[in-house]
Protein backbone atom coordinates (compact mmCIF):
# COMPACT_ATOMS: atom_id res chain seq x y z
CA UNK A 1 0.00 0.00 0.00
CA UNK A 2 1.50 3.62 -0.49
CA UNK A 3 0.11 6.64 1.10
CA UNK A 4 2.00 9.28 -1.34
CA UNK A 5 5.37 8.52 -1.38
CA UNK A 6 5.38 6.49 2.12
CA UNK A 7 5.12 3.15 1.29
CA UNK A 8 3.80 0.73 3.82
CA UNK A 9 4.46 -3.05 3.92
CA UNK A 10 3.74 -5.78 7.16
CA UNK A 11 5.09 -9.35 7.95
CA UNK A 12 2.87 -12.28 7.65
CA UNK A 13 3.85 -12.73 11.67
CA UNK A 14 2.66 -10.26 13.19
CA UNK A 15 3.27 -11.60 16.70
CA UNK A 16 6.50 -8.67 17.37
CA UNK A 17 3.82 -5.81 16.52
CA UNK A 18 7.31 -3.65 16.35
CA UNK A 19 7.25 -1.08 13.58
CA UNK A 20 10.34 0.36 11.74
CA UNK A 21 10.11 3.89 10.01
CA UNK A 22 12.79 4.31 7.24
CA UNK A 23 13.85 7.92 6.57
CA UNK A 24 15.88 8.45 2.85
CA UNK A 25 18.35 11.32 2.63
CA UNK A 26 18.10 14.15 0.55
CA UNK A 27 17.66 14.35 -3.01
CA UNK A 28 16.52 10.72 -2.42
CA UNK A 29 13.06 8.47 -2.46
CA UNK A 30 11.91 5.62 -0.03
CA UNK A 31 13.18 3.44 -3.05
CA UNK A 32 16.60 4.00 -1.57
CA UNK A 33 15.44 2.52 1.43
CA UNK A 34 13.99 -0.55 0.02
CA UNK A 35 16.93 -3.10 0.24
CA UNK A 36 16.35 -2.33 4.48
CA UNK A 37 12.61 -2.41 4.53
CA UNK A 38 12.45 -6.06 2.52
CA UNK A 39 14.64 -7.52 5.05
CA UNK A 40 12.92 -6.44 7.99
CA UNK A 41 9.52 -7.49 7.13
CA UNK A 42 10.74 -11.15 7.31
CA UNK A 43 12.32 -10.24 10.69
CA UNK A 44 8.47 -9.53 11.91
CA UNK A 45 8.71 -6.03 11.56
CA UNK A 46 5.87 -3.39 10.49
CA UNK A 47 7.89 -1.16 7.85
CA UNK A 48 6.87 2.35 6.91
CA UNK A 49 8.98 3.53 4.35
CA UNK A 50 8.19 7.73 4.93
CA UNK A 51 8.71 9.75 1.69
CA UNK A 52 9.51 13.53 1.59
CA UNK A 53 10.54 16.05 -0.44
CA UNK A 54 13.67 17.74 0.71
CA UNK A 55 13.50 20.59 -1.88
CA UNK A 56 10.14 21.51 -1.49
CA UNK A 57 9.33 20.96 2.03
CA UNK A 58 10.39 22.88 4.83
CA UNK A 59 11.58 21.05 8.26
CA UNK A 60 8.37 21.60 10.03
CA UNK A 61 6.39 20.30 7.23
CA UNK A 62 8.53 17.22 6.97
CA UNK A 63 8.33 16.51 10.04
CA UNK A 64 4.56 17.90 10.42
CA UNK A 65 4.19 15.15 7.85
CA UNK A 66 5.86 12.24 9.96
CA UNK A 67 4.24 12.59 12.61
CA UNK A 68 0.78 12.36 10.46
CA UNK A 69 1.57 9.53 9.19
CA UNK A 70 2.58 7.77 12.66
CA UNK A 71 -0.23 9.36 14.29
CA UNK A 72 -2.87 7.52 11.14
CA UNK A 73 -0.93 3.68 10.87
CA UNK A 74 1.03 3.11 14.10
CA UNK A 75 -1.27 1.87 16.91
CA UNK A 76 -1.03 3.43 19.97
CA UNK A 77 -0.23 -0.45 21.68
CA UNK A 78 2.47 -0.61 19.06
CA UNK A 79 5.37 -2.66 20.86
CA UNK A 80 7.79 -0.38 19.80
CA UNK A 81 8.70 2.36 16.70
CA UNK A 82 11.89 1.81 16.18
CA UNK A 83 13.76 4.38 13.31
CA UNK A 84 16.61 4.06 10.67
CA UNK A 85 17.52 6.83 8.88
CA UNK A 86 19.79 7.53 5.70
CA UNK A 87 22.09 10.49 6.17
CA UNK A 88 19.68 13.46 6.18
CA UNK A 89 17.06 11.78 7.39
CA UNK A 90 18.69 11.16 10.76
CA UNK A 91 18.66 15.24 11.17
CA UNK A 92 14.82 14.87 10.24
CA UNK A 93 14.39 12.13 12.75
CA UNK A 94 16.46 13.69 15.67
CA UNK A 95 14.31 16.98 15.37
CA UNK A 96 11.46 15.50 14.89
CA UNK A 97 12.30 13.45 18.04
CA UNK A 98 13.27 16.68 20.40
CA UNK A 99 9.65 18.21 19.80
CA UNK A 100 7.68 15.55 19.69
CA UNK A 101 7.56 12.50 22.79
CA UNK A 102 6.94 9.16 22.17
CA UNK A 103 5.71 6.96 24.70
CA UNK A 104 6.78 3.53 22.68
CA UNK A 105 9.74 5.01 21.42
CA UNK A 106 12.30 2.03 20.44
CA UNK A 107 15.96 2.02 19.03
CA UNK A 108 17.49 4.24 16.04
CA UNK A 109 19.93 3.51 13.55
CA UNK A 110 21.86 6.28 11.82
CA UNK A 111 23.46 5.93 8.83
CA UNK A 112 26.22 8.08 7.47
CA UNK A 113 24.42 10.77 9.21
CA UNK A 114 25.86 14.09 8.99
CA UNK A 115 25.45 15.11 12.66
CA UNK A 116 28.50 17.50 12.47
CA UNK A 117 27.38 18.81 9.50
CA UNK A 118 29.55 18.22 6.46
CA UNK A 119 32.61 19.78 5.34
CA UNK A 120 32.20 18.56 1.60
CA UNK A 121 29.00 20.20 1.67
CA UNK A 122 30.03 23.40 2.44
CA UNK A 123 33.06 23.17 0.25
CA UNK A 124 30.42 22.48 -2.91
CA UNK A 125 28.15 25.13 -1.66
CA UNK A 126 30.60 28.04 -1.65
CA UNK A 127 32.08 26.85 -4.98
CA UNK A 128 29.02 25.94 -7.10
CA UNK A 129 26.24 27.93 -6.20
CA UNK A 130 23.53 25.63 -8.01
CA UNK A 131 24.16 22.92 -5.10
CA UNK A 132 22.75 25.14 -2.70
CA UNK A 133 20.18 25.32 -5.42
CA UNK A 134 20.31 21.49 -5.17
CA UNK A 135 19.74 21.79 -1.43
CA UNK A 136 16.42 22.54 -1.22
CA UNK A 137 14.38 24.20 1.37
CA UNK A 138 14.87 21.78 4.25
CA UNK A 139 18.58 20.85 2.83
CA UNK A 140 19.79 24.36 3.20
CA UNK A 141 17.93 24.37 7.22
CA UNK A 142 19.62 21.66 7.74
CA UNK A 143 22.72 23.01 6.84
CA UNK A 144 22.56 26.39 7.90
CA UNK A 145 20.45 27.32 11.18
CA UNK A 146 20.97 25.54 14.77
CA UNK A 147 17.82 25.72 15.27
CA UNK A 148 16.64 22.70 13.27
CA UNK A 149 19.60 20.85 14.63
CA UNK A 150 18.98 19.70 18.79
CA UNK A 151 21.97 19.67 20.73
CA UNK A 152 21.04 16.92 22.99
CA UNK A 153 21.13 13.33 21.59
CA UNK A 154 17.80 11.54 21.07
CA UNK A 155 16.05 9.75 24.20
CA UNK A 156 16.77 6.52 22.74
CA UNK A 157 19.35 3.93 22.44
CA UNK A 158 21.03 4.73 19.23
CA UNK A 159 24.14 3.81 16.75
CA UNK A 160 25.82 4.94 13.98
CA UNK A 161 26.86 2.94 11.10
CA UNK A 162 29.83 5.27 9.03
CA UNK A 163 30.92 4.44 5.49
CA UNK A 164 34.91 4.77 4.84
CA UNK A 165 37.53 2.76 4.49
CA UNK A 166 38.63 1.76 7.99
CA UNK A 167 41.88 3.49 7.82
CA UNK A 168 43.17 7.45 8.12
CA UNK A 169 42.18 8.34 4.50
CA UNK A 170 38.54 8.01 3.17
CA UNK A 171 37.34 7.78 -0.06
CA UNK A 172 37.69 11.49 -1.10
CA UNK A 173 40.48 13.26 -0.49
CA UNK A 174 38.97 16.45 0.06
CA UNK A 175 37.50 15.42 3.26
CA UNK A 176 39.82 15.10 5.89
CA UNK A 177 40.08 11.49 7.60
CA UNK A 178 38.51 8.33 6.84
CA UNK A 179 35.10 8.92 5.17
CA UNK A 180 32.55 7.52 2.59
CA UNK A 181 33.32 10.27 -0.14
CA UNK A 182 30.73 12.70 1.15
CA UNK A 183 30.49 12.70 4.80
CA UNK A 184 33.78 11.97 7.13
CA UNK A 185 33.49 9.62 9.95
CA UNK A 186 33.95 12.28 12.37
CA UNK A 187 31.07 13.97 11.08
CA UNK A 188 28.59 10.94 11.52
CA UNK A 189 29.46 10.97 15.27
CA UNK A 190 27.93 12.21 18.51
CA UNK A 191 27.59 11.96 22.04
CA UNK A 192 25.19 9.46 23.27
CA UNK A 193 25.55 6.90 21.02
CA UNK A 194 25.11 3.28 22.20
CA UNK A 195 27.37 1.65 19.47
CA UNK A 196 29.13 2.94 16.30
CA UNK A 197 30.79 0.56 13.38
CA UNK A 198 32.63 1.33 10.16
CA UNK A 199 31.78 -0.40 7.08
CA UNK A 200 33.29 0.24 3.70
CA UNK A 201 31.39 1.79 1.55
CA UNK A 202 30.48 4.74 -0.88
CA UNK A 203 28.11 7.19 1.05
CA UNK A 204 24.66 5.85 -0.80
CA UNK A 205 25.93 2.61 -1.74
CA UNK A 206 25.79 1.26 1.86
CA UNK A 207 22.21 1.32 2.05
CA UNK A 208 22.72 -1.99 -0.47
CA UNK A 209 25.38 -3.72 1.67
CA UNK A 210 24.63 -6.82 3.30
CA UNK A 211 26.56 -5.80 6.12
CA UNK A 212 24.79 -2.53 6.80
CA UNK A 213 21.46 -4.15 6.28
CA UNK A 214 22.32 -7.10 9.12
CA UNK A 215 23.77 -4.95 11.81
CA UNK A 216 20.55 -2.50 11.18
CA UNK A 217 18.54 -5.76 12.18
CA UNK A 218 21.06 -6.73 15.25
CA UNK A 219 20.42 -3.27 16.58
CA UNK A 220 17.00 -3.21 16.54
CA UNK A 221 16.46 -6.08 18.03
CA UNK A 222 19.90 -6.39 20.48
CA UNK A 223 20.70 -3.01 21.07
CA UNK A 224 24.13 -4.16 19.49
CA UNK A 225 25.69 -3.84 15.97
CA UNK A 226 27.68 -7.14 15.08
CA UNK A 227 31.09 -6.95 14.71
Known amino acids: MKTGKTIISSPKNFSKNEWVVLVHGML ?7 RIGKELTPNGYHVINFGYGSRENSILTVTDDL ?3 IQELIPGDAGAVHFVTHSLGALVVRYYLSERKMKNLGRFVMIAPPNQGSVWGKTLVKNLPVVRYLLGISGEELQYSLKFRPTLPPPCEFG ?15 IPGDNDATV ?11 E ?22 SFLGTGKFIY
Open 196 to 217: HIVIPGQHTMLLFRKRVVDNVI
Open 160 to 174: IISGGTGTSRGLNPF
Open 28 to 34: SSPRAMT
Open 67 to 69: DKI
Open 184 to 194: AVSETMMEGMK
